[in-house]
């Protein structure tokens, strides 16, 4: 079966700009959650969506929103993008609401670079 | 606020030597953990999991330990190979489900 999706792979953007990532789970997981990864920080969770809904939401200004749609997709978006936003971005699926417990399916990640 | 660490940032190895990863966790409440390792260019992959009320659980090559007494967790990787060259980290869970993952530790398998 197709594993998780992430688009794009890479990016480069200007400061101040805003960005778009898109993230295509597995089919019939119905769960995204979406992590940022720097070397400093590692692992940072951003949040949780579940049949459209966010059900959680770590710490991170409101620059990062995301959304997700009826088919389970999910998109984040980061607007006013600053040079610590450059991180690899991750999303994990998983089959059901309760996330890393039903177990998490990882994508390869949108690298971001801000310039 | 609690977090999970890692005490070793490199680990080189030889190939057909057993490797120990360690992990130190904070929040006693966790009762849920996860080992990860991520290939370069790849997302992170499960390895193995554990959950408080066990002492030791064993996988194909790897074995995970967890001490709460300590608030200590290893995993342990048997005839390590190239092929397991990675950074590992370990993730804890508490009720809310949403992990707090350590930075990782590169893991070098010299052939």
Known sequence: ????????????????????????????????SWYQQTPGQGLQFLFEYFSETQRNKGNFPGRFSGRQFSNSRSEMNVSTLELGDSALYLCA????????MDGYTFGSGTRLTVV | GESVGLHLPTLSVQEGDNSIINCAYSNSASDYFIWYKQESG?????????????????????????????????????????????VYFCAEITGSYIPTFGRGTSLIVHP
């Open chain 1, 1 to 32: 079966k197709a594993g998780v999706t992430q688009t794009p792979r890479y990016l480069i953007k200007t400061r101040g700009q805003q960005v778009t990532l898109s993230c295509s789970p597995i089919s019939g997981h119905r769960s995204v």
């Open chain 1, 93 to 100: 699926s998983s089959r059901s609401g309760q996330g890393i």
């Open chain 2, 42 to 86: 790849k997302g992170p992959q499960f390895i193995i999991d554990i959950r408080s009320n066990m002492d030791k659980r064993q996988g194909q090559r790897v074995t995970v330990l967890l001490n709460k007494t300590v608030k200590h967790l290893s995993l342990q990787i048997a005839a390590t190979q190239p092929g397991d060259s990675a």
